[in-house]
T-cell receptor, first 112, second 111 residues
Framework: KAGVTQTPRYLIKTRGQQVTLSCSPI?????VSWYQQTPGQGLQFLFE???????NKGNFPGRFSGRQFSNSRSEMNVSTLELGDSALYLC???????????FGNGTRLTVT | DQQVKQNSPSLSVQEGRISILNCDYT??????FLWYKKYPAEGPTFLIS?????DKNEDGRFTVFLNKSAKHLSLHIVPSQPGDSAVYFC??????????FGKGTMLLVSP
């Protein structure tokens, strides 16, 4: 079974631009979560989607948004990029109901 | 406010010895705890979990201990192997809701 796939792996953007990251969950997984990892901050929860509905949202500004499609694939968008948005963005999928999260290898975003 | 704390940023252990990684939490509503391992350039991988109805869970070389009164959990790896060198994240949730992660502990196992 294929794992969680995130594209692209690396991205370099300029301040003020916007970016869209993509995530394909494990087949059959309907829950998709997004996390931001920065040095010294661990994994910070961004949002979770289940069956195309946002179920939870972390403490991030409105510049961070996401969506989930009917095939469970998910995208997250960051508008008006800031230098502090440079991070590893991780997507995770699960069956829900307490089953563990399965993470992709992440998208490394660098904002210059 | 950091609800899940891993106070040791790094830990060095010799091959064959025990590695003990610690985690403290402040939210008394947390009742489900997990450990993830992360290698560079890869996403975190689920290692082991424990619910609050238990105080110990074992899986091969990995054992997680939960002390609810102290709001403390630990991961024991015995024996440690060089391939265990990675960053270990502790995570917790209330029921099956969103996971809250600690900042991680980098484990280095030397031959």
């Amino acid at each position: 079974k294929a794992g969680v796939t995130q594209t692209p792996r690396y991205l370099i953007k300029t301040r003020g631009q916007q970016v869209t990251l993509s995530c394909s969950p494990i087949s059959g997984h309907r829950s998709v979560s997004w996390y931001q990892q920065t040095p010294g901050q661990g994994l910070q929860f961004l949002f979770e989607y289940f069956s195309e509905t946002q179920r939870n949202k972390g403490n991030f500004p409105g510049r961070f948004s996401g969506r989930q499609f009917s095939n469970s694939r998910s995208e997250m968008n960051v508008s008006t990029l800031e230098l502090g948005d440079s991070a590893l963005y991780l997507c995770a999928s699960s069956l829900g109901g307490g089953s563990p999260l399965h993470f992709g290898n992440g998208t490394r975003l660098t904002v210059t | 406010d950091q609800q899940v704390k891993q106070n040791s940023p790094s830990l060095s252990v010799q091959e064959g010895r025990i590695s003990i990684l610690n985690c403290d939490y402040t939210n008394s509503m947390f009742d489900y705890f997990l450990w993830y391992k992360k290698y560079p350039a890869e996403g975190p991988t689920f290692l082991i979990s424990i619910s609050s109805i238990k105080d110990k869970n074992e899986d091969g070389r990995f054992t997680v201990f939960l002390n609810k009164s102290a709001k403390h959990l630990s991961l024991h790896i015995v024996p440690s192997q060089p391939g265990d060198s990675a960053v270990y994240f502790c995570a917790a949730s209330e029921g099956y809701s969103t996971l809250t992660f600690g900042k991680g502990t980098m484990l280095l196992v030397s031959p």
